[in-house]
Nanobody, 121 residues
Framework: QVQLVESGGGLVQAGGSLRLSCAAS????????MGWFRQAPGKEREFVAA??????YYSDSVKGRFTISRDNARGALYLQMNTLKPEDTAVYYC????????????????WGQGTQVTVSS
């Protein structure tokens, strides 16, 4: 069983930065692939980034601006978001699964409750 709790969301001006964190419980955290997703009002949830043994993978919309990382010793996942745009406004969710492909495809077995990110123009 894995429990995920996101934090670090907030209101920021366009061009600014935020760092999201996801605290994960469970002794086997290091064995899980992890990812970030987001959902804007009226839109479907979309993939943002994932990280696993094979490295990191990003959606085209955030590549070059966002960086996903993890600290296995702390059981933590991070998303550094730079050069934020109003279209990045969404609720951001942390996800975990033993399968990297399941994370990337949005079929993770574990999800957090989300943290709101609002980017003003």
């Amino acid at each position: 069983q894995v429990q995920l709790v996101e934090s670090g969301g907030g209101l920021v001006q366009a061009g600014g930065s935020l760092r999201l964190s996801c605290a994960a419980s469970g002794r086997t955290f290091s064995t899980y692939a992890m990812g970030w997703f987001r959902q804007a009002p009226g839109k479907e949830r979309e993939f943002v980034a994932a990280i696993g043994w094979g490295g990191a993978y990003y959606s085209d919309s955030v590549k070059g601006r966002f960086t996903i990382s993890r600290d296995n010793a702390r059981g933590a996942l991070y998303l550094q978001m730079n050069t934020l745009k109003p279209e990045d406004t969404a609720v951001y969710y942390c996800a975990a699964d033993s399968s990297y492909s399941m994370v990337v495809n949005g079929r993770s077995g574990y999800w957090g409750q989300g943290t709101q990110v609002t980017v003003s123009s």
